[in-house]
């Protein structure tokens, strides 16, 4: 069953990769206002990161049965994990971007400054770099999936495509689990 224009999958990974982006990036500059958001007991803000590394976890598994799927030739279930793992992934970054944007930006990490040079920001900066690449892989591989059949999606890039940002996904979403175990459990 497509859902997408064929000629339309490469213009709307672009449009949505750029729009995303740009959202990203100014709830992370401090350029969406706090009244923008509704405001939330301290309670809920405070839980968000927890929430957040549980559907990062859900996302690890519902990225590795979709992987596992399809290297086992189940289409069904590979588009249905994967599915649930964009989900998952709009998911995390809506919370994320409400708790960016309603606590007026990145909150500082707590622990010792060797640590926050050598571990902690490597880790994050890989995660975010790898987080910004998916963005549009994982548009493209979606949009070739809802613009073909499955027939003809092994003709096209998709696979391909897939792969890597699967990959990345998973190394994305593990890093951020690293991140909040280094930023809320052990500081």
């Known amino acids: 069953m497509t859902f997408v224009p064929r000629e339309r999958v490469r213009p709307l990974t672009v449009l949505l990769s750029v729009v995303s982006l740009v959202v990203v990036f100014a709830a992370a500059g401090g350029q969406v206002p706090r009244s923008a958001v509704p405001t939330a007991p ?12 549980g559907i990062s976890a859900a996302a690890i598994v519902t990225i590795t049965v979709g992987w596992r799927a399809i290297r086992r030739g189940n289409v069904d279930r590979h588009r249905l994990a994967m599915v649930a793992s964009f989900g998952l992934f709009a998911s ?10 309603a606590t007026g930006g990145p909150q500082p990490f707590p622990g010792p400054e060797t640590v926050y040079q050598f571990v902690y920001l490597p880790v994050l900066a890989i995660h975010i770099l790898l987080a910004i690449v998916c963005v549009p892989l994982v548009y493209y591989a979606l949009l070739l999936a809802g613009a073909h059949s499955v ?5 096209t890039a998709h696979a391909r495509v897939g792969r890597i ?5 998973l190394v994305s979403f593990s890093l951020g689990i690293v991140v909040f175990v280094l930023g809320h459990v052990i500081y």
Do not use: D, M
């Open 165 to 169: 940002a699967a990959a990345l996904w």
């Open 151 to 155: 027939t003809e999606l092994r003709r």
């Open 42 to 53: 301290q309670w809920v803000l405070e839980s968000i990161p927890y929430v957040n590394v």
């Open 92 to 101: 995390f970054l809506v919370l994320y971007l409400y708790r960016l944007v």
